[in-house]
């Protein structure tokens, strides 16, 4: 087993800006999604304990108060959630209202959502304002109602992910498109990761041109903390069973939240029930279960003190779940003391509030994104204490004896790519300008940086994407397969620049035209390789480094942006806390599942192959054990056998000519 290398680190200013509250009550998340508040149709992207919930209650009180709105409904995807919007006294902090939800209209009480159903319909037809139920209670409310029901009506929707484009399969989906159509609803979207784990988008493109969209970055939350100064995200890979190697990465001393595998996935040892006991063995010696909590104490082997575990994993007796998720939502966001360790497997994700939590351990590979960041979201709430956050995910090493080494080499890569997204996310944002001749504005301007031959956003199309969408381009991007393989270095660089990136630029935005494209392509590549990389100031100077080189910031042109794979040094981390074979397997894995070449790869790759033989006075050998050679190689059989087939077409069609 190798020590733990982070991919990401970040470290925050601890401003104190994004937790300060101004006259009304109001973070600057707030403010911001406040100044639309006379949108029709409003999308918020934040991220966790930005405030989502209480925005949307400033929001919702000005449209009942002064929009002519007469009713809101809240919908949650968890009962567990609709805490987060329940009466708020928000007068006591200077606004013109206070939130008031009766308990009637809490629907996220115990029962079926089905059974619900009455209720919803009986608030519509009442006379008070305020309603809170599950995505499940809306859908099956919306089977009884007619479109123009939601006349009047804000809705409004929490982890809005949970939405799909595809209209068919998702009944949230198909339910906001008819209400939207149908009736003159105002909507308001929140979530905290706007993407799916699958590859299916939230909202159509015309679906999402009606919304206006408020973001606010983590960077601008982390870093207006004022007590967490830093955050880690990193991997542990092992060999065997997890329960063996999950004490070399498991810190007793740290509030932790331990998410075990899935029972189908290849790191379960199919037992979840025997997998906490062996968590619990590597503590210590239970000393007592209490009975109204089930709060379990544990004696740990160590040095004697006592750990409070909260086992969310056992569901063969309800009441005693309920009970803890009772104490866990009484308790634990405002006393410290109340739990030391949480286990849970798909519980303890999104809307879960634990902020003294400071270590997210997840065992096994995360299919999806929102998943990944839902989990990290548990450990970035601001606290008292909490100075470091730590996410570690804890993979299996692909075994060459094994049957399954592609997927789990496929598994690798895509935990590497959920972190080079999440060090996407969470780094600072910066400015790109084009750097003219003669320029005499100051190039050290905070957070702008001016690039010869950049093409700067002509359209308000692509400055929108620019300013509210383009970290979920990037996890578009990286959730690509094929794009996963060229991240890890098994296609040029400039080859994953300028053409696997664009490709999936045009297939995500099909109403760009080509000249966009390319300002949205240079974007994202410049966006990459400077948040990956690292910045120096040296005296006046900035200094930053791009492939293991570092270069004055006032000297960097596009095309050396271009040369340069902007997610590579995730990889290179990778390959330094795995042995060498494993390292050999995954290199042999992705070589075996290289990607095919398409015209547009090919052609962008023969200025290369020309450089290249006129370097080494010969063509390259496809039978080399240098995998760059290797590539060339194969990209000139590629062009010499389109040549052929463009000749022979040409043939077939002089004939049918002359014939």
Same mark, same amino acid.
């Given at each position: 087993?190798?020590k733990?290398?982070?991919v990401v680190d970040?470290t925050?200013?601890q401003t ?11 973070r600057e998340?707030?403010q911001r999604?406040?100044?639309?508040r006379?949108a029709q149709h ?7 304990a930005?405030?989502k ?10 449209k009942l108060?002064n929009?002519?709105?007469?009713k ?10 609709g ?9 006591k ?5 206070d939130?008031?939800?009766k308990?009637e ?14 209720a919803?319909v009986?608030?519509?037809e009442g006379?008070d304002?305020?309603l809170?139920?599950t995505h ?11 479109p123009?029901?939601?006349n009047?009506?804000?809705?409004a929707?929490?982890?809005f992910h949970?939405v ?7 009944r949230?989906g198909?339910?906001?498109r008819?209400?939207?159509?149908g009736?003159d609803v ?12 699958d590859?299916v988008?939230v909202?159509s493109?015309?679906?999402e041109?009606?919304f206006?969209?408020?973001t606010?970055n983590?960077y601008?939350?982390?870093n207006g903390?004022?007590?967490?100064k830093s ?5 542990h890979?092992? =060999? ?7 004490g ?11 998410h $075990? ?6 790191e379960?040892t199919?037992?979840k029930?025997e997998?906490?006991?062996?968590i619990?063995?590597s503590?210590g010696h239970?000393?007592?279960?209490d ?7 544990i004696?740990?082997?160590d040095?004697g003190a ?6 969310l994993?056992d569901d063969?007796?309800q009441?005693?779940r309920?009970? $803890?998720?009772h104490y866990?939502?009484t308790?634990?966001?405002?006393d ?6 949480i286990l ?6 999104e809307?879960?509030?634990?902020p ?7 065992v096994g590979?995360?299919a999806?994104?929102t998943e990944?960041i839902? $989990?990290i979201?548990?450990v ?6 909490? !100075?470091h ?14 049957? !399954? ?9 895509k935990a ?9 996310v969470?780094?600072q944002?910066f ?8 320029d005499?504005d100051?190039?050290k301007?905070?957070?702008?940086i ?9 359209s ?8 509210t969408?383009?970290?979920?381009l990037?996890a578009?991007?990286l959730q690509?397969d094929?794009f996963?393989?060229a991240?890890?270095?098994s296609?040029d ?6 053409v696997l990136i664009?490709?999936?630029i045009r297939e995500?935005?099909?109403d ?10 240079q ?5 990459s ?6 910045v120096?100031?040296?005296g006046?100077?900035?200094?930053i480094k791009?492939a293991e080189k ?26 330094k806390?795995?042995?060498?074979s494993?390292?050999r ?12 070449f ?5 052609f962008a790759l ?7 033989a006129?370097?080494n ?14 590539r060339?190689?194969?990209a ?12 022979a077409?040409?043939r077939?069609? =002089? ?5």
């Open positions: 087993m190798n733990l290398l982070n970040v925050y200013a104190g800006a994004s937790v300060k509250i101004d006259a009304l009550g109001m998340m707030q999604v406040f100044a639309q006379d409003l999308l918020v992207k934040a991220p966790p930005s405030g919930s209480r925005a949307l209650m400033f929001v919702a009180l000005d108060y929009q002519g709105r007469k809101v409904i809240v919908a949650v995807p968890e009962r567990s959630i805490a987060s919007f329940s009466s708020t006294s928000l007068t902090f200077g606004f013109f209202a939130w008031e939800v308990s209209h809490n629907l996220c009480d115990p029962g079926s959502s089905q059974g619900k159903v009455g919803f009986e608030f519509l006379p304002a305020s809170i139920c499940a209670t809306l859908r099956f409310a919306f089977e009884k109602l007619a123009e029901a939601f009047g009506t804000v809705l929707i929490d982890e949970h799909s484009a595809d209209t068919e399969a998702n949230l198909a339910l906001l008819e209400v939207m159509n009736s105002h909507i308001v979207a929140m979530t905290g990761s706007y993407f799916r784990g590859s988008p909202l493109a015309e679906d041109a009606r206006t969209p408020v606010f983590y601008d939350q982390l903390y004022e007590h967490l955050l880690g995200i990193g991997h890979f092992y =060999q065997g069973r997890y329960t063996d190697a999950i070399e990465v498991f810190d007793l001393d740290k509030k932790t939240i331990i $075990i595998p899935n029972v189908n996935s290849g379960s199919k037992d029930i997998e906490v006991g062996f619990i063995d503590i239970v000393e007592s279960t009975p109204d909590t089930g709060i379990i104490s004696r740990r082997a040095n006592i750990v409070r575990v909260a086992d994993v063969t007796e009441k005693k309920a009970d $803890i998720l866990l939502s308790f634990a966001s405002k410290s003391d109340a739990v030391d360790v849970a497997l798909g519980m303890a994700k809307g879960f509030d634990w003294f939590a400071e270590h997210a351990l997840t590979y995360r999806s994104l990944v839902q $989990i979201g548990r970035t709430r601001d606290s008292p204490g909490k !100075e956050a730590q996410f570690t995910n804890l993979i299996a090493e692909p075994d060459a004896s094994q049957g !399954e080494v592609k997927v789990s080499v496929n598994n690798m890569l590497i790519t959920a972190s080079l997204l999440m060090e996407q969470l780094a944002n400015t790109f300008k084009t750097k003219r001749t003669g005499d100051d190039p301007a905070p957070g702008v001016k690039i010869k031959g950049f093409k700067e956003p002509s308000d199309r692509v400055k929108q994407i620019v300013e969408d383009l970290n979920d990037k578009t991007i690509d094929t996963a393989r991240a890890a270095g296609v660089p400039e080859t994953t620049n300028k664009p490709k999936i995500r935005y099909p760009l035209d080509e000249s966009q494209v390319e300002e949205l392509r974007q994202v590549v410049v966006d390789v400077i948040k990956n990389g690292e120096r100031e040296v006046d100077k900035r200094f791009m570092f270069v004055n910031i006032d000297d960097i042109n596009i095309n050396l942006i271009d040369s340069v794979n902007p997610f590579q040094r995730a990889f290179e981390v990778m390959s806390s795995v042995t060498p494993v390292l397997i995954i290199s042999d894995a992705i070589t075996a599942t290289r990607v095919e398409t015209d547009e790869e090919a023969f200025p290369k192959i020309q450089a290249w006129k370097v006075g010969r063509k390259p050998d496809v039978r080399t054990e240098d995998p760059t050679e290797k060339y190689a194969e000139l059989l590629y062009l010499q056998r389109r040549k052929q087939q463009h000749l077409e040409q077939a069609a =002089q004939m049918e000519d002359e014939a």
